[in-house]
């Protein structure tokens, strides 16, 4: 064989260590790069879960606190009525305020003295939904009536 031949071959197999060796390198360089970048993403993940967990339990804890108020609200200074004339009724308001019923009721009152009060309790932030704001609206625009309806049972 010739020198030229072996010359040749020793280049070939050079070239082909050497594409080997650095297409190694550079997959390292490559895989290292991707590893850092999904710790990353992992890390901004685990982050963004303890976050939105401790908003979950915030919101919770607020929720909890407000359905509180609202059970408590005739017992508490602010409350301007008295406790037995106000029935709970949780949605879409809060209570139904018969104010002067008890006194009415007791023959310490008049007629006229009696007031209907719808009544939504709110806590921190909260704000009235929009059918809540629905109502206030028919109240104030004098869209409310009494009814009385009867209802017979036939003996069979």
């Not at 280049?11 to 082909?16: S, W």
């Not at 002067?100 to 939904?129: M, N, P």
Request: charged share 25%; glycine share 8%; hydrophobic share 40%.
């Amino acid at each position: 064989m010739s020198i030229w031949m072996a010359m040749l071959i020793g280049a070939c197999i050079g070239v082909v260590l050497t594409t080997l060796i650095l297409s190694q390198t550079r997959n390292g360089k490559i895989k290292a790069e991707y590893e850092r970048y999904i710790a990353e993403l992992q890390l901004e993940h685990q982050q963004a879960l303890t976050q939105a967990q401790k908003r979950s339990v915030n919101t919770s804890r607020a929720v909890l606190k407000g359905k509180m108020a609202e059970q408590f609200a005739p017992i508490l200074p602010e409350f301007q009525y008295l406790p037995s004339d106000a029935k709970f009724l949780g949605d879409p308001v809060d209570y139904v305020v018969f104010d002067g019923y008890t006194d009415l009721r007791d023959g310490q009152g008049k007629v006229d003295d009696v007031e209907i009060v719808l009544i939504d309790i709110k806590s921190g932030g909260a704000r009235l939904t929009k059918g809540q704001q629905a109502i206030a609206q028919a109240i104030q625009q004098g869209r409310i009536r009494f009814e009385t309806i009867r209802i017979d049972f036939e003996d069979s």
